[in-house]
Nanobody
Framework: QVQLVESGGGPVQAGGSLRLSCAAF????????MAWFRQAPGKAREGVAM????????YYVDSVKGRFTISRDNAKNTVTLQMNSLKPEDTAVYYC???????????????WGQGTQVTVSS
């Protein structure tokens, strides 16, 4: 069992930045691919960024490339999402998730945090 706890969401103006953090508790953290998903009202959950077990490779959805950066610290059991140049369309609940395999599909992720709201105003 892995427990994931997100923090760092909130309101921000367009063009601003936020840093989301996710702390993992339980099984060996570096056994898991870590990802951030988001879900806006009325929309499906979308994979935003993911990072491999050792942190050497990361993937991003096209809409956030160049603006978001995912990173992990296996010594501290944390994964972060640095979000810059935020846009109103980035408004969503952001979830941290863990999977034993590399995937951008939500159903492939075994563990989820409770979510943190990000609201970007224009």
């Amino acid at each position: 069992q892995v427990q994931l706890v997100e923090s760092g969401g909130g309101p921000v103006q367009a063009g601003g930045s936020l840093r989301l953090s996710c702390a993992a508790f339980g099984r060996t953290f570096n056994n898991y691919v870590m990802a951030w998903f988001r879900q806006a009202p009325g929309k499906a959950r979308e994979g935003v960024a993911m990072i491999t077990w050792s942190g050497d490779i990361s993937y991003y959805v096209d809409s956030v490339k160049g603006r978001f950066t995912i990173s992990r610290d296996n010594a501290k059991n944390t994964v972060t999402l640095q979000m810059n140049s935020l846009k109103p369309e980035d408004t969503a609940v952001y979830y941290c998730a863990a999977s034993t395999g590399l995937s951008d599909v939500a159903v492939d992720y075994d563990y989820w945090g409770q979510g943190t709201q990000v609201t970007v105003s224009s």
